[in-house]
């Protein structure tokens, strides 16, 4: 049993004895490893900055980078960050006494981007596009600061589902957001080693090991979002049809260019007729009007 083991981490231990804890932890390690390992993520020697804002998702993916280190599968220096941005009623001392504890090397960093997000925003209109900037340019300059290479965020399956369906009703395009990139500086990898793990499997694995979720009551107490709107939708297709999401998911992994009426992505005017070979070759079915 991983837990009897003297030396594991002060963040994977007292988990429950379930055989339902232990196949939800053994998936969420195993589809965290796929994610590292098809994207080429592992630099050896490296060293990530993992952003912590005290989330549910947050604290899986610390907790499962962190696994994936004790058992020498991830050959990289973890540095836990949480950029404190001065909510009102933000509970401050909760994810340092917590780091403090769980002897996690980490960087606790101020910067009152309320203010600006409240002063620069219309009434009425939704804080998290600015705030998420501000955000992020912080948590690259941290990055410089402690010489990491790459910039670690939370994102799970769900968050990239959700942002594909709202850049198609509401941007036009085709789009989420990717496992692994680069910045606009083109200094830093961007990582989301959580991309092929649920929503629902970060909710109940960061709970059962009774982590101190910390709730974002600045884009929450918004109601109407669009990504709410987007998420109630995908849930009433889950309820409908149970699986759905994977499938979703699956299909962004599986995009036909060919069949897609984006010049920029197929050469559509080379295409070209061949004689008959006399072949039947048996392709996957692909559905269209015909």
């Known amino acids: 049993m991983l837990d009897e083991n003297a030396d594991i981490p002060l963040i994977l231990q007292n988990a429950p004895d379930t055989t339902e804890f232990r196949k939800l932890r053994k998936r969420i390690i195993r589809e965290t490893r796929a994610v590292i390992d098809q994207y080429g993520m592992v630099e050896p020697g490296a060293r990530w900055l993992v952003c912590l804002s005290g989330g ?148 109940r694995f960061a709970r059962a090991m009774n982590y101190p979720i910390i709730p974002c009551d600045l884009c929450g107490s918004q109601d109407g979002l669009q990504r709410m709107q987007v998420k109630a939708l995908l849930n009433d297709w889950e309820k409908r049809m149970p699986g759905r999401r994977n499938v979703m998911f699956r299909a962004l992994m599986n995009i036909r260019p060919s069949h897609m009426p984006d010049p920029a992505l197929f050469d559509f005017l080379s295409l070209e007729t061949a004689p008959n070979t006399g072949t039947n070759k048996k392709t996957p079915p692909v559905f269209d009007a015909m």
Request: a negative charge.
């Open 56 to 203: 549910k998702d947050s604290y899986t993916l610390l907790a499962a980078l962190t696994e994936l280190k004790w058992r020498g599968l991830l050959p990289v220096e973890l540095l836990a960050c949480n950029l404190d941005q001065g909510q009102p009623g933000f509970p401050a001392t909760v994810l340092p006494e917590f780091l403090t504890r769980m002897q996690i090397p980490h960087r606790i960093e101020y910067r009152d981007t309320y203010s600006v997000v409240m002063d620069k925003v219309p009434e009425g209109r939704t804080y998290c596009a600015l705030c998420s900037r501000l955000r992020r340019g912080n948590l690259y300059r941290i990055a410089r600061e402690e010489g990491c290479s790459a910039v670690v965020l939370g994102h799970h399956r769900d968050d990239l589902l959700e942002t594909f369906f709202m850049n198609l009703f509401h941007g036009g395009r085709l789009a989420t957001m990717p496992p692994k990139l680069v910045n606009e500086e083109g200094d830093l990898f961007v990582y989301r080693p959580l991309s092929f793990v649920s929503e629902d499997d970060c909710d």
